[in-house]
């Protein structure tokens, strides 16, 4: 499966921005999703989750209620809702797909074999 994010940018802090994650040449419904996001200098981190039927999704301890991933089996499409974003959410945005995934190894970057190309997201302070 191929995966394209869009939707990235600059934004001041306490700012909202979408992110969309589009897939192709694979049966998305099938797959759990996941976002991830890397600094500079830093190593890639799960943010949020969400399963192939879009139940039982699963944040990072940082967002704190801000963000919401959410996904549209009709349109290929796993979304990133971040609202009162913070100059530390700075960083490179990825969506990432996995098949199959289990509800407890969503958080691991190793459960993913898909990736896109990521988004960039510049929170200014």
């Known amino acids: 499966v191929q995966l394209q994010a869009s939707g990235g940018g600059l934004v001041q802090a306490g700012g909202s921005l979408r992110l969309s994650c589009a897939a192709s040449g694979g049966t998305f419904s099938s797959y759990g999703m996941g976002w991830f996001r890397q600094a500079p200098g830093k190593e890639r981190e799960f943010v949020a989750t969400?399963?192939?039927?879009?139940?039982?999704?699963a944040y990072a301890d940082f967002v704190n209620g801000r963000f919401t991933i959410s996904r549209d089996n009709a349109k290929n499409t796993v979304n990133l809702q971040m609202n009162t974003l913070k100059p530390e959410d700075t960083g490179v945005y990825y969506c990432?797909?996995?098949?199959?995934?289990?509800?407890?190894?969503?958080?691991?970057?190793?459960?993913?074999?898909?990736w896109g190309q990521g988004a960039q997201v510049t929170v200014s302070s």
């Open positions: 990432a797909a996995a098949y199959p995934l289990a509800p407890n190894l969503g958080r691991r970057t190793a459960s993913y074999a898909y």
């Open positions: 969400i399963s192939w039927s879009g139940g039982t999704p």
